[in-house]
């Protein structure tokens, strides 16, 4: 079982909808972080949290430490906001990846 | 934040060369990471880098295979030696700067 779970594993979505990613771990974490994979396979980072919520743009990452439990909440999507947008886990020097989300934003 | 370049973004191999991939950094970090993302999968670590020691390597993943080198604070190379069509993956590296991990563009590997 990994201990990095994401939900959904696909998501369509219409052009200006607010979407929600759903991320659970099994153990404690040091942080947490989103990032985003486009189509050419790059990776970048979007968000490190160990608490709270974080902000930027659209994009919003909330972690609740007690339940073990983070979203990431991209509002008024846009199509160039199609990607695969992974949570990723560190235990200590360990990261531990969930299988990732596929969002598709359709005009 | 860490600018991380990868060399080449994108290459096809024959069976059973070897290919050598090149992962740059902007700063000076300690600890850099190589990654593997078969299609369709999430990221597995290969190997941890740190400079001045030899690699750690992953379960599953051997020196052989995946020689690393890490001569500086700045540069690495991972080798995907004799391939074949089950190394076709895209190779990341990755570091860790300021506590924050950062991710190269990736190179695209597709072995026929």
């Known amino acids: 079982k990994n201990e990095v779970e994401q939900s959904p594993q696909n998501l369509t979505a219409q052009e200006g909808e607010f979407i929600t990613i759903n991320c659970s771990y099994s153990v404690g974490i040091s942080a947490l972080h989103w990032l985003q994979q486009h189509p050419g396979g790059g990776i970048v980072s979007l968000f490190m949290l160990s608490s709270g919520k974080k902000k930027h743009g659209r994009l919003i990452a909330t972690i609740n430490i007690q339940e073990k439990h983070s979203s990431l909440h991209i509002t008024a999507s846009h199509p160039r906001d199609s990607a695969v947008y992974i949570c990723a886990a560190r235990f200590n020097n360990d990261m531990r990846f969930g299988a990732g989300t596929r969002l598709t934003v359709k005009p | ?112």
Do not use: H
């Open chain 2, 1 to 112: 934040s860490a600018v991380i370049s990868q060399k080449p973004s994108r290459d096809i191999c024959q069976r059973g060369t070897s290919l050598t991939i090149q992962c740059q950094v902007d700063s000076q970090v300690t600890m850099m990471f190589w990654y593997r993302q078969q299609p369709g999968q999430s990221l597995t670590l290969i190997a941890t880098a740190n400079q001045g020691s030899e690699a750690t390597y992953e379960s599953g993943f051997v020196i052989d295979k995946f020689p690393i080198s890490r001569p500086n604070l700045t540069f690495s190379t991972l080798t995907v030696s004799n391939m074949s069509p089950e190394d076709s993956s895209i190779y990341l590296c990755s570091v860790v700067w300021r506590d924050e991990q950062y991710f190269g563009p990736g190179t695209r590997l597709t072995v026929t």
